[in-house]
C-alpha cells in the first residue's frame, strides 16, 4: 500500500479545496516545490499532484508549478488536470512525470486512455471522480451518467495502470474515506485502486492495512497531513511494519 501525498496547484500555489469547489481554497504553501521537497524528505515515496486550473481550463496551466516540482524531487511523481490529449500525454511525460491521471477524456474520449496506455505501459492512470455515484467531469463541475464501475470496466483490457477513486462528497472535508465504494470498484474490475477523498487520520491508514482491503493499492492525503491531523511518520511506519510481516 502507498500513501500518497496530494499537491493541488491553484494560481502556482499549494492549495486544497472543499469538495471541489474552486471557490474554497486554501493556500497551504506558495511554492508547491517546496512542500513537495518536505514531502520527499518527510520519506513519502510517490507524489500525487493535481493541476486544479487545467482540469477547468482543459489543458495545462500550471506548468512551471509542475516543472519545479519535478526539479527538486527524485521520487515519482503522477500528474492529473487538463490532461485530454496525447500531445499533453506526451509532453508530461517526457519532462519527467512518471504518470499522467487521465480523467474527463477517460469519459469523452476512451480511445485516448488506450491508446496512451499502449504506447506508454504502465504510465497512464484514470481519474474516477464520482458524486453520488455517477461520475463527474470537467473539473467536477458536470456530472456524467455513468456509474464508476461501468467507467472502471471500459478499460478493463486497455493496460490501464491505475484507477484513482475520489468521493467528491467526502474530498477535503475530513470524514474518513468511502471505503465501501472504493472496495465496491476494486472487485469489480482487476486494475489496481487508489482510494482518494476523505483521508483524515490514523484510523484510515489502520483500515487500509487490514488483509481485507488487501487489493486497494494505496491513498491518497491531502488536508490531514496539511493540518497536522494526520503524522507523516506515524503514518508511514505503520505502512513499512504492514510491508515487513507480509
Not at 500525487?48 to 477547468?56: P, S
Not at 471505503?179 to 483524515?200: D, K, Q, R
Not at 491518497?220 to 510481516?245: M, N, Q, T, V
Request: charged letters at 25%; aromatic letters at 6%; a negative charge.
Amino acid at each position: 500500500m502507498i500513501l500518497f501525498p496530494a499537491i493541488d496547484l491553484k494560481n502556482g500555489q499549494c492549495v486544497r479545496l472543499i469538495r471541489g469547489d474552486m471557490s474554497q481554497a486554501t493556500v497551504f504553501n506558495d511554492s508547491p516545490a517546496a512542500q513537495a521537497k518536505t514531502f520527499e524528505t518527510q520519506g513519502f515515496e510517490y507524489l500525487h499532484v493535481v493541476d486544479l486550473d487545467g482540469a477547468f481550463a482543459g489543458k495545462p496551466v500550471n506548468a512551471d508549478a509542475v516543472s519545479e516540482i519535478l526539479a527538486v524531487c527524485k521520487i515519482p511523481v503522477q500528474l492529473g488536470g487538463g490532461i485530454r490529449d496525447m500531445a499533453t500525454i506526451e509532453g508530461w511525460l517526457g519532462r519527467g512525470v512518471t504518470r499522467v491521471i487521465i480523467g474527463t477524456a477517460a469519459v469523452r474520449q476512451p480511445s485516448l486512455v488506450r491508446e496512451a496506455a499502449r504506447l506508454f505501459p504502465g504510465r497512464v492512470a484514470v481519474g474516477i471522480d464520482a458524486r453520488h455515484g455517477l461520475v463527474a467531469v470537467e473539473g467536477w463541475a458536470e456530472d456524467s451518467e455513468l456509474s464508476a464501475s461501468e467507467l472502471g470496466k471500459r478499460f478493463e483490457d486497455a493496460g490501464v495502470a491505475a484507477i484513482v477513486y475520489t468521493d467528491i462528497a467526502r474530498d477535503g472535508v475530513l470524514s474518513g474515506l468511502n471505503l465501501e465504494a472504493t472496495m465496491e470498484l476494486a472487485e469489480a474490475i482487476s486494475i489496481p485502486v487508489i482510494a482518494s477523498g476523505g483521508f483524515a487520520s490514523l484510523d484510515d491508514v489502520r483500515e487500509l492495512l487490514k488483509p481485507e482491503r488487501a487489493r486497494l493499492a494505496g491513498a491518497i492525503s491531502g488536508r490531514a497531513l496539511y493540518d497536522g491531523r494526520l503524522d507523516p511518520g506515524e503514518a508511514l511506519a505503520l505502512i513499512k511494519a504492514a510491508r515487513e510481516k507480509a
